[in-house]
């Protein structure tokens, strides 16, 4: 494999995003009602899925020596998208619209800097809009009523049908070669939860209820065949992010980015923001 890097840091947290970490300190969850607090339960599990299926798409790139033509997180994005669009069940729908709407919540909006343009990340606006692409090219009138939501103009939702299977036809050439045979052991990965830290015991818990990594780990070993052992660790790391390391095998999920996305929604929520 000839792009081995020491660490593929998914710097997913910019500038803009660095003042919500004592955010949660001033929200108070205890104003937001039953419904409000199982939604936001959800929409944190939903955005660390997405964002562990984005950290797994840098995963196939890597173990797979894939081809990358353009921005590699853009790629994976649209294979996170897809992956889970493909997969068309209620629960990754919704995982979807929670995406797209934790971009939203941290959306750059006025405030762009250089370093957010000099990044290797599109904006997080435009990761927002390119998810509502994603998700109305693959499933119309499924979202319409979403898109409508956002004010996605019909005129661009037309264009998403083509850029929706074009995303998908690409990925699908891609890993044609690594796809899971039939009779074929299914990939094992190598799932862990560490203690966590008292700061992330809330993310912590909620993240392993749900079974996060072992439902993203699932998600990919039904498509494709990978060598075993790849590790999927949920962890403190002192920082909100995730990322995959190609030297370890490993893909991260931080805790501390679990509990961002618990502060974004919950001060969403207190501010008076619908679900
Ligand atoms: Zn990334």
Redesign the pocket.
Known sequence: MTFIRNL?R???VCSAMAAAGPALAQADASQLSDEQMAEARQFVVDNALYITM??A??MLISELGLPVLGK??DA??NLASVIMLESDTDEFDQAIMDAAGGWFLMQNGQDITDSDLMD??SLNDQRAYTIVCMATGAAPDYFAEFADEIEFPAERRDRCADEYQQAADSWEAVLADAELGEGQTPTRFDISYDPPSPENEAWAGLLREAQVLETVANLVSTYVKLDDGIRMVATNCGEEN???SPEDRQLTFCYEFAGLYAAEIVNYFAEGGQG
């Open positions: 593929t998914c710097a997913l984005h950290e798409g840098h590699e997180e994976v994005d290797e990340h995730a990322f995959w």
